[in-house]
């Protein structure tokens, strides 16, 4: 069974992008990007593919949601669609090196309702919108770890016919 790299990519930063791009390539994982617009690669290559989804709301989560499978990795920023993913049992992360659990999703999921609600009466505060080495650090560790636990994992998951060798 083969890991793949799935990006929400329209608001993935672009050092993320890059680093899974050439990541992928050294692992030779397959890796989509998908978004409602074509996202710019720096260096494509066999193993990576772009998927461009129609503007409706959600199409992009939908098509992630639809064709992810077990031991894929998800790297998105978009909290609705880690709480969906992680109740797939699908390894989801952040790009500033959170890994979403079913003990740590749904905590963040109402921090950030409360924020939109305090956002909508006007009460929103001011979200930055910049990436520090720092995060990125921390993104590349949990990637690293994570991407390595699942390809020993998807290794072991052989059956035990397919395992069997003639006597």
Known sequence: MNVKIWVDADSCPKLVRN???????????QIFFVANKKIPCENPHTYFSMIVTD???QSADNYIISNVQN???VITRDIPLADI???????????RGSRWT?????ERKSERDFSLQLSMIGLGGNKSN??????????????????????????????????????
Not at 102 to 106: F, S
Not at 131 to 158: M, P, Q, T, W
């Open 55 to 57: 503007n409706e709301s």
């Open 130 to 167: 910049s990436y520090s080495k720092k995060e990125f650090a921390g993104f590349a560790n949990c990637f690293d770890k994570e991407i390595h636990r699942l390809i020993r994992e998807s290794s072991l998951s052989v059956s035990p016919r397919q395992g069997m060798q003639a006597e």
């Open 85 to 95: 993913l992680v109740e797939k049992n699908i390894t989801v992360l952040n790009d």
């Open 71 to 73: 031991y894929d990795i």
């Open 102 to 106: 079913n003990e740590n999703i749904k």
């Open 19 to 29: 680093y899974l791009v050439e990541y992928a390539l050294k692992l030779k994982l």
